[in-house]
């Protein structure tokens, strides 16, 4: 059980396009999710929070009309990185807190981003 | 300001030798701490979460124990496979956001 998968696992795209990435958790509800960031040999960052049904609670730093996060079920977040450049190519993260559960976040296996 | 600090930074272990990892946290109120693998590449797994002190919990070689200070990932007799980051994370009672350490990469050598 508590299985998040996300989609896709590795994109690459050109400088000035958007990408979407999916985050699905398949065997339970989730009205929250997260969305971290994680740059090599370092720890996670959050980037934002996303309740279902609201906008999205984003940490201080993060462009919010870059990065468009969409919570539109208890089971779907995505997260678009809009007009893409190379310091956006990182390894995203997205991690989904069980409505039935206590405070336990179970992570999907990542998107690698690389920008060209 | 709540914080996390793991240590050591990095290990390494022969194949059998057992060790612990730490974790010290500083947090005005403690909902939860959560210890998570993460393999090169992927997303963090979870292990264990732990609530309240003197609890302890167990999964194949690893044990996780919890004071009101650290808390501690026991390895006993390390495999190769158990090599991986792990990571300390806590929950405050202020809000739903992980704090994260800065992990524990560990390496088991045959």
């Known amino acids: 059980g508590a299985v998040v998968s996300q989609h896709p696992s590795r994109v690459i795209c050109k400088s000035g396009t958007s990408v979407k990435i999916e985050c699905r958790s398949l065997?339970?509800?989730?009205?929250?999710m997260f969305w971290y960031r994680q740059f090599p040999k370092q720890s996670l960052m959050l980037m934002a929070t996303?309740?279902?049904?609201?906008?999205?609670?984003?940490e201080q730093g993060v462009e919010k009309d870059k990065f468009l996060i969409n919570h539109a079920s208890l089971t779907l977040s995505t997260l678009t990185v809009t007009s893409a450049h190379p310091e956006d190519s990182s390894f995203y993260i997205c991690?989904?807190?069980?409505?039935?559960?206590?405070?336990?976040?179970?992570f999907g296996p990542g998107t690698r981003l690389t920008v060209t | 300001e709540d914080q996390v600090t793991q240590s050591p930074e990095a290990l390494r272990l022969q194949e059998g030798e057992s060790s612990s990892l730490n974790c010290s946290y500083t947090?005005?109120?403690?909902?939860?701490l959560f210890w998570y693998r993460q393999d090169p590449g992927k997303g963090p797994e979870f292990l264990f979460t732990?609530?309240?002190a003197g609890e302890e919990k167990e999964k194949e070689r690893l044990k996780a124990t919890l004071t009101k200070k650290e808390s501690f990932l026991h390895i006993t007799a390390p495999k190769p496979e158990d090599s991986a980051t792990y990571l300390c994370?806590?929950?405050?009672?202020?809000?739903?956001?992980?704090?994260f350490g800065s992990g524990t990469r560990l390496l088991v050598r045959p």
């Open positions: 065997d339970f509800q989730a009205t929250t």
């Open positions: 991690s989904a807190r069980d409505t039935s559960g206590i405070y336990e976040q179970y």
């Open positions: 994370a806590v929950l405050p009672d202020s809000s739903y956001k992980l704090i």
């Open positions: 732990l609530y309240s």
């Open positions: 996303s309740n279902e049904g609201s906008k999205a609670t984003y």
């Open positions: 947090v005005s109120g403690l909902r939860g």
